[in-house]
């Protein structure tokens, strides 16, 4: 199945890979600047400023994203039961494995219905 609007798609999964990425940098990052590099601490702060744009993107862009069959978020995993073929990748989650996905191949295949959408302008 092709989607309508595939520039926002890809712009939204850039913004949720880069917030799922950047969320454990923060968090294993702040003790290891403060403690072991207190000098470049302050040089660090790019990393929560770039978290927060990033987490704003995510909340603006990636979940207005739908599929067009089931109507769930593309970008968006909830506690609840996920198609077979799903990709996921065991320490990632479903929402980052779907958008870096889409952002390597053009397509993505909805975590809750199976179908395979496809990002072609």
Do not use: D, Q
């Not at 950047?22 to 990052?29: D, S």
């Not at 067009?68 to 799903?86: G, P, Q």
């Not at 990748?89 to 809750?112: D, E, K, Q």
Request: charged share 10%; hydrophobic share 50%; net charge positive.
């Amino acid at each position: 199945m092709l989607y309508p609007l595939p520039g926002r798609a890809k712009i939204g999964a850039f913004f949720c890979a880069l917030a799922v990425f950047l969320m454990p940098v923060a968090l294993i990052g702040t003790p290891v600047m403060m403690f072991v590099f207190p000098e470049y601490f302050f040089h660090f702060l790019w990393v929560y400023a770039a978290l927060l744009v990033a987490a704003f993107g995510y909340i603006w862009i990636s979940l207005k994203i739908r599929c067009r069959v089931c109507s769930c978020h593309l970008y968006h995993s909830k506690n609840c039961h996920k198609h077979v073929k799903a990709h996921r990748p065991y320490p990632l989650g479903y929402s980052f494995s779907a958008a870096v996905h889409t952002l390597l191949f053009n397509w993505v295949r909805c975590m809750y219905c199976g179908t395979a959408i496809r990002f072609k302008e």
